[in-house]
């Protein structure tokens, strides 16, 4: 998978290091690894960080809930990352400018943008100042903003699986899936062509369960939410 995942602590595959305002930090309080993600923790309860934000265009297709998907934008704003949230209920996803907070004139915060699903111009991204875009445009979303330049990563909340939905699946470098009904789990596993106990996997998983799927990746795991998080977004849970 060309989207590193490693336990914290490995030297290999190390992400770049983005500068962040300390006022972000303090209100996020990011579990972080030198500008990588921390998705949760393995079966052991070690921390799974991935390099999202990177030098490489990147695609991550997440099927689940509205509470994983922000708090993967959260740890992004935390580690130095623009955000550009394209969807067609933006009150849902207000909590990202209120946790950003304003600059000093009483404005609100560049680094989040709640735009609606239509074309925008994006921030230019760089190795200084990566972009997260997340499209949120239901089970088969416009392809609107599709990485194309070095340090954009898009990624596409899925509320459940669509036939529809194939090609953009496919072409992820990552795939974040929490529990399926046995029906999505069998489009699934026809999808990415999983086994059995893979498929039956899906269906089994908990709320604060994740699998982690790429080439040649099959992680599952536990998403841990800090206190400061838990202000923003409440309790771990599976849906919205």
């Known amino acids: 998978m060309s989207t590193r995942m490693r336990d914290a602590g490995q030297s290999a595959g190390v992400a770049p290091e983005f500068t962040v305002d300390p ?17 949760g923790s393995g079966l052991k309860g070690e921390p799974l960080t991935i390099s999202a934000l990177r030098s490489t265009p990147t695609r991550i297709v997440l ?27 933006p009150a849902a996803w207000q909590v990202l400018p209120q946790a950003a907070g304003n600059q000093p004139n009483g404005r609100p915060s560049p680094l989040v943008q709640i735009r ?18 997340v499209t949120d445009g239901g089970p088969t979303p416009q ?9 954009q990563t898009t990624i596409y909340v899925l509320p459940y699986l669509h036939p529809q ?10 795939v974040l899936m929490q529990r399926l009904p046995p029906g ?48 923003i977004l409440g309790p771990v849970r599976r849906g919205d």
Do not use: C
Not at 116 to 133: C, G, T, Y
């Open 116 to 133: 609606r699903l239509s074309p925008v111009d994006l921030p230019r991204p760089s190795e200084d100042a990566p972009l997260l875009v």
């Open 165 to 174: 939905a194939g090609a953009t699946a496919n072409a992820a470098d990552l």
């Open 63 to 89: 099927v689940g809930g509205l509470y994983l998907a922000r708090q993967v934008a959260l740890r992004a704003m935390a580690v130095g990352a623009w955000v550009v949230v394209a969807t067609g209920r």
């Open 143 to 151: 392809d609107l903003f599709p990485p194309r330049s070095p340090w």
């Open 184 to 231: 999505q789990a069998e489009l699934a596993a026809r999808i990415w062509r999983l086994p059995p106990q893979m498929m039956k996997q899906l269906t089994t998983l908990k709320d604060d369960q994740v699998v982690a799927l790429g080439r040649n990746l099959w992680r599952p795991l536990r998403l841990v939410t800090t206190a400061k998080e838990q202000q």
């Open 23 to 39: 006022a972000m930090l303090d209100a996020i309080s990011p579990s972080g690894d030198r500008g990588g993600i921390v998705l």
